[in-house]
């Protein structure tokens, strides 16, 4: 994921909470204002969890 930075004060952003499938960061928070991004959905991901869950009835 690219960390951009800040829109309020352009300052670096920090990894605040990472995706649970891939890892990757979901949210950033900056590190001068703490202003926090909006939560970037990986769609591909979500999809994925989904799978996983649904795969035992599927078999079953
Ligand atoms: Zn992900
Ligand atoms: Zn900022």
């Known amino acids: 994921m690219r960390i ?3 829109r309020k004060c352009g300052a670096e952003l920090e990894i605040k909470q990472k995706c649970s499938v891939c890892k990757e960061g979901i949210t950033c928070i900056c590190k ?3 202003f926090e991004t909006e939560e ?5 991901c979500t999809l994925m969890n989904m799978d ?3 795969l035992d009835a ?3």
């Open 40 to 44: 970037q959905i990986h769609l591909q």
């Open 58 to 60: 599927r078999v079953a």
């Open 52 to 54: 996983y869950k649904l």
């Open 32 to 34: 001068e204002c703490h």
């Open 4 to 6: 951009e930075s800040c």
